[in-house]
């Protein structure tokens, strides 16, 4: 398959499989990790989203308050 030319450069497509996020015993997500372009794409949504008058959204914030990460 192939993808538009630059689409490598946000590192949003990848060759290999997808990585697995540490989880519990119970199953929940224990630490988080995003690549420094996801946190790249939230910043540009966040700021998009002020730009335009919305209201903030939790989904676009990677870590909350508490220093805990969203899952």
């Known amino acids: 398959m192939s993808r538009e030319p630059g689409t490598h450069e946000l ?3 990848s060759a290999s499989a997808k990585r697995g996020q540490p989880r519990d ?3 929940r997500f224990v ?3 995003y690549s ?3 946190l790249k794409v939230l910043e540009v ?3 998009m989203r002020a730009d335009m008058g ?3 959204c939790p989904w676009l914030e990677p ?3 508490d220093g ?3 899952a």
């Open 54 to 56: 919305l209201p903030p």
């Open 25 to 27: 015993q119970r199953g």
């Open 31 to 33: 630490r988080v990790r």
């Open 36 to 38: 420094a372009q996801r």
């Open 63 to 65: 870590y909350r308050k």
């Open 68 to 70: 805990s990460a969203d």
């Open 11 to 13: 590192g949003l497509f």
């Open 45 to 47: 949504a966040r700021k």
